[in-house]
C-alpha cells in the first residue's frame, strides 16, 4: 500500500488543522491506520490510530481530547482533525499502516505542522 500524507501547515496556538492520508494500492480492510509525529531533536512518536474495518481508535495522552482521527472508506483516506494546537504539537506528521497484529512498515512522507505561539 502507498501512503501519501498532505495538509500540514502553519497554525496559531489555539488553532485547527486537518491532516490527510490518501492510501492506495492492496489496501485491506485488516489494514490498521496511523499517525505519527516527530519533532526537532526528538524520538519519533504514536498520535493516533484506526482500524479500517471497524474504525476502532486509539490516542496518545498528549493529543486526547483534541486530535480526532477518522477514515473515508469510500475514498481510502484517514485524516487526523486537530484542534485546540499547542507549540509543543509542531512536528513532522507520517502516516502509516500495518495489518493487524504486525509492525507499521507502510509509511508516508512527512508533512510538517508548525504551531506558533
Known amino acids: 500500500v502507498q501512503l501519501q500524507a498532505f495538509g500540514g501547515g502553519l497554525a496559531q496556538a489555539g488553532g485547527f488543522l486537518r491532516l490527510f492520508c490518501a492510501a492506495s494500492g492492496r489496501a485491506s480492510s485488516s489494514y490498521v491506520m496511523g499517525w505519527f509525529r516527530q519533532a526537532p531533536g526528538k524520538e519519533r512518536e504514536f498520535v493516533a490510530a484506526?482500524?479500517?474495518?471497524?474504525?476502532?481508535?486509539s490516542y496518545a495522552d498528549s493529543v486526547k481530547g483534541r486530535f480526532t482521527i477518522s477514515r473515508d472508506i469510500t475514498r481510502n483516506t484517514v485524516y487526523l482533525q486537530m484542534n485546540s494546537l499547542k507549540p509543543e504539537d509542531t512536528a513532522v506528521y507520517y502516516c502509516?499502516?500495518?495489518?493487524?497484529?504486525?509492525?507499521?512498515?507502510?509509511w508516508g512522507q512527512g508533512t510538517l505542522v508548525t504551531v506558533s505561539s
Open positions: 502509516a499502516a500495518r495489518v493487524a497484529g504486525g509492525g507499521f512498515n507502510y
Open positions: 484506526i482500524t479500517w474495518s471497524v474504525g476502532a481508535t
